[in-house]
């Protein structure tokens, strides 16, 4: 299990070979990578800058990445999240869960982004044509957080 | 009772600045209890948590909710509801 906060992209290629290296028991991957947009909430946005709280981001993101190890029987889970300023087509975020099959897999990967994004401490602030401002949170996000309650 | 206090993302820039050591006085029990005396020290910080904008709460890097009991030495973070991934 790992977690990794960074201002350098990465390769979701390269750090699948790596989770799965070595376990013959792994039959599924899954994986998730968000990207910037250009558009949100009708404006053109030329780049963003996420902001963390350093500490409790890294803690935030381990006990997300136990509780799926704890709901699903999975190999191992994987989560890389970068701060600093991106641009549109930059990546963000990165998740990977290995498991046995698939469903454990995919439901886990999915579990992780929906915690991520109602949990760990990132804000995200936009520059747009005319100046900057702050990304609101969305309540779809709230919404998909809850479904996975016990 | 001593607490350092950190501010994140809009409330930082409401407030003006990301840290500060404050002693709060014993009515203070409880992060909403901090939050209100935090309130009435000013307008900048009325200004800051004013209205129906949602502050989220962290004591010593946990997400907590507004009935957390405070110890002393504590780190409390408030902060805007969070935007990665």
Not at chain 1, 36 to 53: C, K, P, Q
């Amino acid at each position: 299990m790992a977690v990794r906060v960074q201002q350098e992209d990465f390769d979701a290629g390269s750090e699948i070979v790596r989770l799965r290296a070595g376990n013959s028991a792994v039959g599924a991957v899954a994986s998730f990578i968000g990207i910037v947009r250009d558009l949100n909430e009708g404006a053109t946005v030329g780049s963003i800058t996420l902001e963390h709280y350093p500490g409790m981001t890294e803690k935030s993101l381990t006990s997300i990445a136990e509780q799926a190890k704890e709901r699903w029987r999975l190999h191992d889970v994987l989560i890389i999240h970068r701060v600093g300023t991106l641009e549109p087509t930059d990546q963000i975020v990165l998740v990977v869960t290995t498991s046995t099959h698939r469903g454990d897999a995919l439901a886990a990967c999915q579990f992780v982004m929906d915690y991520l994004k109602t949990e760990a401490p990132f804000w995200k602030k936009e520059a747009i044509a005319g100046g900057e401002r702050w990304v609101d949170a969305r309540e779809s996000d709230d919404a998909a957080r809850k479904r996975w309650r016990p | 009772m001593k607490l350092r206090v950190l501010y994140f993302a809009a409330l930082r820039e409401r407030v003006g600045c990301s840290e500060e050591m404050v002693e709060a006085p014993d009515s203070v029990a409880t992060v909403a209890q901090l939050r209100s005396w935090l309130i009435q020290r000013g307008d900048t910080w009325a200004d800051a948590f004013a209205g129906k904008r949602r502050v989220r709460a962290a004591v010593d890097q946990t997400m907590v909710d507004d009935q957390h009991v405070l110890r002393d030495g504590a780190e409390v973070a408030f902060f805007p509801p969070v935007t990665g991934g």
